[in-house]
């Protein structure tokens, strides 16, 4: 019941924050201001949220190590790359807005909100450097076909997996987002975003061959 308690703590505040930056914008509205509609102390406010961009954040903090729990409850047999192309396959589907495929007026405007920010931009790469180490972690403990041959301390391979999969992802969102924001509608955008997730998903698989020469 603590734990329901602080994670509606955590979605009161954070929607509250979200609302005046997209009512007033992000600069033009102090911690202390959203303290306030969401009646709560300052500092309490920062027991829960560091910083004020992270109360904008927030609403991706599910996501943070999603790829990695996609990795980590694959079924047997399938590997991490088919597991991971499949669940963003799926995520375009059903239009959830971390693929950028969601043409809802609100998503829209909050996408606008987070890429038309600068602090927002920067504070959001430090949330992809943690999806990055987690889906490492995942990757790194799931070896290769000799022992302990991805799982040594100083390994890169699962990095370097990591980071080019965690990329992809984030590039394909943008792409979609883009395009919606240019006056497509996510129905129409569909079939070439899951084109280019398919050949994005390929070019994870074979490396960087067609560059290669």
């Known amino acids: ?29 102090s911690v202390a201001d959203v303290a306030a509609a969401a ?16 109360l904008v954040l927030h609403r991706f903090a599910d996501h943070e190590d999603e790829a990695a729990r996609v990795v980590r409850g694959r079924p047997a047999g399938q590997s991490p790359l088919d597991a991971l192309h499949q669940h963003f396959l799926a995520g375009l589907e059903r239009r959830d ?43 790194s403990a799931i070896g290769g076909p000799e022992p302990d041959d991805l799982t040594a301390p100083d390994d890169v391979t699962p990095r370097l997996a990591a980071g080019q999969i965690i990329a992809v992802q984030r590039i394909l969102g943008q792409d979609n987002w883009r395009r919606i924001e240019g006056g497509a509608s996510a129905d129409e955008v569909y079939p070439g975003a899951v084109a280019a997730a398919d050949r994005a998903f390929a070019m994870l698989r074979t490396g960087l061959a067609p560059y290669a020469g």
């Open 97 to 139: 807005p971390i693929t950028g495929l969601n043409d809802v007026p609100g998503v829209l405007a909050f996408q606008r909100l987070l890429y038309g920010t600068p602090s927002l931009v920067a504070r959001m790469f430090e949330y992809i450097s943690r999806s990055e180490e987690a889906l490492t972690t995942a990757l």
């Open 39 to 54: 009646e709560v102390s300052k500092p309490t406010l920062f027991r829960y949220f560091p910083a004020k961009e992270d």
């Open 1 to 29: 019941m603590r734990e329901r308690k602080k994670q509606r703590m955590y979605r009161t505040i954070s929607e509250t924050a979200i609302s005046l930056f997209l009512e007033r914008g992000f600069d033009q509205v």
